[in-house]
């Protein structure tokens, strides 16, 4: 299994093994590389799927793969959602600003941080609102076989493909 294998792997787990359900609110944040997996996944189980990226680049590509709304972040102090979020995949290259999506946080979300870092990269949450709102952090771990199957007999089954972009060995 190759490393991006594993990261549409993670984001499967993610949605399927966490509770994820239609009524839930469904965020993630967006990055060319894993986050229009989870947008179609999450799409296809019934949620409702917010693409947050930091500019309006991704819109129509978000919203073509199945969100129901995009939210531009860059330069907003404040993010606006329809409703609170109860799941929020981060697909990005680096972890974001926790303060400006603290308020868009349901009580009792999960946030499910998908990004590949370094080791020496922390993870700097606001620890009293962490608490106080009972969010919970969840990592991963890999799965048995049936678990992939299953991924793969329900991507089929959806229509859900990995975007591939192919570039010149000179790049």
Known sequence: MTSY??????????IT???????????????????????QFANKLGCEVVALSGTETKKDEALKLGAHHF???KG????????KV??????????PDWDQYKSILAPRASIYPLTTTDF???????????????????????SPKIVYQRML???????????????????
């Open 17 to 39: 093994h966490s509770g994820v359900c239609g009524t839930d609110e469904h965020y993630r944040t967006y990055d060319m590389a894993l986050g229009h997996l989870a947008v």
């Open 76 to 83: 907003v102090s404040d993010v606006k959602v329809p409703r």
């Open 5 to 14: 294998d594993f990261k549409i792997f993670k984001v499967y787990i993610k």
């Open 153 to 171: 007999d329900f991507a089929g089954l959806h229509g859900i493909e990995p975007m591939i972009e192919h570039f010149p060995v000179t790049k």
């Open 120 to 142: 020496k990269t922390k993870l700097v949450l606001p620890h009293m609102q962490f608490m106080l709102s009972g969010w919970m952090l969840i990592g991963c771990t890999t």
């Open 71 to 73: 939210v531009a972040t």
């Open 86 to 95: 109860d799941h929020l995949l981060v697909t990005t290259n680096q972890m």
